[in-house]
């Protein structure tokens, strides 16, 4: 039995966990940079933002009762949106609050030379060592880094409550004068830009498989945490607009610290700026703890290295994790401009919350096991709330967070495509609810295309196409007309060239016409479909089939498949033209000649089965009495999950087709099936391998195809 971590994270621990990932850079620096964008409207745009926030925290708190599991948001995306989206959030996430930490760490550097004087050159290396600390207390164990935390928060908001207290009676109503000055766009701005402040709110799910009774902690310390902190930021900027030169305040790294100095004094200014050192310093601790329970969550399904999951045996914390985020995180302080990545990880911060929100509604939606002890209230509203309003917020965070943010998403995902893909065991619910609704939609297709009525086959031939092939060619089509009270056109293309006058060469008749016509009629009075036959004389035999195919209104266009009558020119393939421009579904026939039909193979890949194709080959079965086996060919990489999965769909789609066989999801090295007597497969998924039985090819008009998105939903369910 593997390591698992010791619950000894009480409810005041979490709640100074989340408390202290927030309380940082968002309401020590950032204030002075919003009020550039919205000017006093600042204030609200606090409000607004923790208000916004609520959604996720909400879906946030759900989960976690659910699968009180280390990893947080990636374990959620991961469960519920498949391990492609959990391994991007796992990454960025991780990214992200290393960002965040490194700039926590480096922000309280300009408040700390407020009180004492230090060399430039010991600046880095002070800093460089802090982190080092940290990390040390995280690796000592979570029950330390929880006490250090309540300790951290208790002064840290101590002072806080000083300096709205002793700065609210200096407070000017002038500087709130124009309060919309900046607008509705300075408003949301400045709301994008502080949307950060509050993103420790949810870290404490990171830690969810070390909180004592999740069920109740959890959803206590994420909301108390986030209405608390939320009050606290409005009062403090408040203070800090009302106090304050709003002229020169955006000039200003230590934005509180200067308004301390005219409503506190010096005692005030050394108290702030203790205060602020302390909550840099708890930001990046709350960042080192929950940061790396990413790549240990991770590691533990195989999508990271399996070392990042292992747990000392010594200390009783994921020791590789920790050291591995330490690293990262000494390194942006050495070597990256911190404030600019901070920025850009904050965008994919937000994006990760639209995820969170949209995973909830696949657990909900979906099949598998879920059931969280707290359920968000007004589902799903709340969650629509949250993606809409995250995504809005993206647009005002400007171009380089975006682009950086889709950097993070390519390094993802190439990492998943390149390492996690072959690894993965689990697939997401939403993939799953997904499959059920392309599935069930397909099922409803395929009913409607087997109930179809006056189903009208055209048969092309041309003047080279052996009798054989086109007894073969009126077979089938009499079969697929027969299921659906329909009829059969069989036309010879005769192809003169451009030079010779077409009126002519229809008047003049060959012996070849003639025999045709016997022929045909021969194989007409053979079966019990309407059979009419006749000759087209063109210049070109493509064009000649699409008019005839809307002339007769035809449902399906047969082909003789590699026939020399089609072949075209080095320029154009005629049989390809055909396909893309005739009005109906086109098949062509190829391999051996149709004998005795007793097992039809229908097969598909990479997506559900077509319903016009199963139709067909349900008629040729009903028809030939012959039994119908349904075949999905996996890819290399597919999941025992995946394939589960497909197999009940299978099932599905037996119930509506009448013809019995069997039904085969056929891996890559599974070997070979005994050839049946007709295989029909798709244009868009033709089989990679030359096969002795007749071989239908069938090409589904736009009508019969789903769309562009329809057929990507369907790839990402199959």
Not at 358 to 384: K, T
Not at 387 to 416: E, F, K, N, R, S
Not at 454 to 471: C, D, F, I, N, S
Request: proline letters at 6%.
């Amino acid at each position: 039995m593997g390591k698992t971590l010791e619950r000894d994270l009480g409810l005041a621990s979490v709640v100074a966990i989340s408390i202290g990932a927030m309380v940082g850079s968002g309401i020590f620096i950032l204030p002075a940079l919003a009020v550039g964008i919205a000017g006093p409207a600042v204030v609200l745009a606090y409000l607004v933002a923790g208000i916004l926030v609520l959604p996720a925290a909400l879906s946030k708190a759900e989960m976690a009762t659910a699968m009180p599991e280390s990893g947080g948001s990636y374990v959620y995306i991961e469960r519920g949106m498949g391990p492609l989206l959990g391994t991007i959030a796992g990454l960025g996430t991780w990214f992200s609050l290393s960002f965040k930490g490194a700039l926590a760490l480096v922000g309280g550097v300009p408040y700390v030379l407020l009180l004492v004087t230090v060399p430039d050159a010991w600046v880095l290396p002070l800093t460089l060592g802090l982190a080092a600390a940290l990390v040390g207390i995280n690796l000592v164990g979570a029950k330390l880094t929880g006490r250090l935390q309540v300790v951290i928060v208790a002064v840290m908001l101590a002072v806080l409550g000083w300096f709205v207290a002793g700065g609210a009676p200096d407070v000017g109503s002038a500087n709130f004068a124009g309060f919309f000055a900046e607008g509705p766009g300075g408003l949301v701005a400045a709301t994008g830009l502080v949307f950060v402040s509050y993103a420790g709110v949810t870290k404490v799910a990171s830690v969810a498989e070390e909180i004592e009774d999740p069920d109740r902690n959890i959803p206590l310390g994420i909301l108390g945490s986030l209405a608390f902190t939320t009050l606290l930021y409005v009062l403090i900027v408040a203070v800090m607009v009302g106090v304050a030169d709003l002229s020169t305040i955006g000039e200003t790294l230590t934005p509180m610290a200067d308004v301390a100095a005219v409503t506190l004094g010096p005692l005030g200014v050394a108290a702030v700026v203790a205060a602020a050192v302390l909550a840099l310093v708890s930001t990046a601790n709350a960042g080192i703890l929950s940061s790396s329970r990413y790549p240990f969550a991770m590691a533990r399904d195989r999508l990271v290295p399996d070392s990042l999951g292992a747990v000392s045996d010594r200390l009783g914390t994921p020791a590789p994790a920790i050291t591995l985020t330490g690293a990262v995180l000494l390194v942006l302080i050495a070597f990256v401009p911190i404030m600019e990545i901070a920025k850009l990880a904050s965008a994919f911060q937000i994006l990760v919350f639209v995820l969170i929100n949209a995973a909830v509604v696949a657990f909900r939606e979906g099949h598998a096991e879920y059931e969280p002890s707290f359920r968000a209230p007004l589902y799903p509203w709340v969650q629509v709330f949250g993606v809409v309003t995250g995504v809005v917020l993206l647009t005002q965070m400007g171009t380089v967070p975006l682009v950086g943010a889709a950097a993070i998403v390519v390094a993802g995902l190439a990492w998943y495509l390149t390492y996690a893909r072959h690894r993965a065991e689990r697939e997401g619910v939403a993939v799953s609810a997904l499959r059920r609704r392309v599935g069930d939609e397909r099922v409803r297709a395929t009913r409607e295309a087997l109930a179809q009525p006056g189903y009208e086959v055209l048969v092309a031939v041309g003047e080279r196409t052996p009798p054989e092939r086109e007894r073969d060619l009126v077979r089938v089509a009499a079969d697929a007309a027969r299921a659906h009270d329909g009829g059969v056109s069989v036309v010879r293309f005769d192809v003169e060239p451009d030079q010779v006058p077409l009126t002519y060469a229809a008047e003049v008749s060959s012996a070849g016409d003639d025999a045709f016509e016997a022929f045909t009629g021969e194989l007409a009075a053979e079966t019990d479909v309407p059979v009419s036959f006749g000759e087209v004389v063109s210049h070109d035999a493509a064009h000649a089939v699409v008019n005839v195919a809307a002339d007769h209104d035809a449902d399906l266009v047969l082909l003789p498949a590699d026939d020399p009558s089609f072949a075209g020119s080095p320029l154009r393939d005629d049989v390809g033209w055909i396909r893309d421009r005739a009005p109906c579904d086109v098949g062509t026939l190829a391999g051996g000649p149709v004998g005795e039909v007793r097992d039809i193979r229908v097969v598909t890949g990479r997506g559900p089965y077509d319903p016009v194709k199963l139709a067909l080959g349900d008629a040729l079965a009903s028809a030939n009495d012959a039994r119908l086996h349904l075949e999905y060919r996996l890819g290399r990489r597919t999941t025992d999950r995946r394939a589960d999965a497909i197999d009940a769909y299978h099932g599905e789609v037996r119930d509506v087709v009448e013809s019995p066989g069997r039904t085969v999801v056929a891996r890559p090295d599974g070997g070979r099936e005994s050839a049946p007597d007709l295989t029909l497969v798709s244009a868009d998924h033709p089989l990679d391998e030359a096969r002795p039985e007749p071989v239908l090819t069938l090409h589904l008009h736009d009508r019969n195809r789903p769309g562009f998105l329809r057929r990507l939903a369907e790839r990402l369910a199959f």
